[in-house]
């Protein structure tokens, strides 16, 4: 069973920005954001990103036996978050070979323009039931390369 392919989203714009909330549960005691807590920022922006295209990860597994895992990260910390902060946390996709994608995300404060993080995501496909590396199916690489503007 394969899935549909989804949808472009009406703006077609290859940049995902999601607003996240900084909450205490993610930041140390003095009020300022644990590194870690941005690991979980850019995963749920990646997440809300396939969402928005229209890609259930949930369905991938149980239709194609496909998910997808962090094969590689560089990050750049610039400058702190703190309690409360309003951040935008943004997603492109800049890269989509046969078994692999790579992501150039950015952590933003609006309120003072100003760039927390930048990060480098590289993301392997696996398959589900063997846990090793697997093609994209082509429904979802020919999507990725839409937004790209690889059309070929």
């Keep these: 069973m394969t899935l549909p392919t989804p ?3 009406d703006s077609q714009s290859p940049l995902f920005s999601l607003p996240i909330r900084v909450y205490w549960e993610d930041t140390d005691a003095g009020g ?5 807590a941005y690991l979980c920022f850019l995963e749920r ?3 809300e990103w396939l969402r928005a ?3 259930s990860q949930q369905a991938l597994r149980e239709a194609e036996d496909v998910v997808f895992a962090v094969r590689g990260m560089l990050l ?4 702190p978050a703190r309690l409360d902060d309003a951040l935008d946390v943004e997603v492109r996709l800049i890269e989509a070979g046969r078994a692999s994608f790579t992501f150039a995300q950015r952590i933003l404060r609006p309120c003072d323009s100003r760039v927390l993080l930048e990060a480098e995501v590289r993301v392997a496909c696996l398959a589900a039931s063997a846990f090793r590396p697997r093609a994209l199916p082509d429904w979802l690489r020919a999507h990725f390369r839409i937004l790209m503007n690889e059309v070929s």
């Design 7 to 9: 949808p472009l989203p």
């Design 32 to 36: 300022v954001v644990y590194h870690a």
């Design 45 to 47: 922006a990646r997440t």
């Design 53 to 55: 295209l229209g890609v």
């Design 76 to 79: 750049d910390f610039l400058a």
